[in-house]
């Protein structure tokens, strides 16, 4: 697999000049097929190694959390401007691997994240009288009503439209063959100025509604 055929969201990640990580470059290489002059039995050996290192590097994630200081942390989180993007999908990843990887282990993931957003919060009030309620749920998006959700973008009605009618009428929306991306793109950002504009003029009416009340 050359550069070319990684997908977009992945050519940072692929990329051959990309300092190790938990993967060495052979060890991208070989997972993205661009070497495949392996033996079955080097096949072998490679997939083990990065399976230990994988495993080591979930381990080290404890004294990361517990030691690194908080400025590096911060800095490692930081990254240019040009990276964020390719640095949120990594992350992302991570979650979802995280997610797939645990699926049948002893403690649900659900647990463990409650655990660790909870372990996060300590920290930042340094206290461990800090106690939050972490809720996680995985629902699959059933049947929405098409017309019911048109009716809604129709009336302006936005306020009333769920987090599964939205996810799912964008997945409809781009399974039609009418649909475009790059038209989409194009009109969108035609009207974000407008939308911020009509945000803003919003927010303003709202502070002056509010001192009048006040007052």
Avoid: C, W
């Avoid at 129709?154 to 991306?181: C, G, I, K, N």
């Amino acid at each position: 697999m050359s550069q070319d055929d990684v997908p977009e969201s992945l050519q940072a990640a692929a990329d051959s000049d990309r300092p190790r990580g938990i993967l060495t470059p052979s060890d991208r290489d070989f997972l993205l097929g661009r070497k495949t002059d392996y033996t079955d039995h080097s096949k072998k050996q490679k997939r083990n190694r990065i399976r230990r290192r994988v495993r080591n590097a979930i381990l080290d994630f404890s004294i990361l959390f517990e030691y690194m200081e908080e400025r590096d942390r911060e800095t490692v989180f930081d990254p240019d401007d040009e990276d964020r993007d390719a640095y949120t999908q990594g992350i992302t990843d991570m979650l979802a691997f995280l997610h797939l990887g645990t699926m049948g282990y002893h403690t649900p993931f659900k647990d463990m994240l409650s655990e660790g957003v909870g372990k996060a919060e300590q920290r930042l009030a340094g206290s461990n009288y800090r106690m939050v309620n972490v809720e996680f749920n995985v629902e699959p998006v059933g049947q929405i009503d098409v017309d019911a959700v048109v009716d809604k973008l129709e009336h302006e009605e936005f306020a009333q439209l769920t987090d599964e009618e939205l996810r799912a009428f964008v997945r409809l929306l781009t399974m039609s063959d009418a649909f475009s991306p790059a038209d989409t793109r194009e009109e969108i950002k035609d009207s974000v100025d407008e939308f911020a504009e009509r945000v803003a003029e919003s927010a303003a009416a709202r502070e002056r509604t509010l001192e009048e009340l006040t007052n």
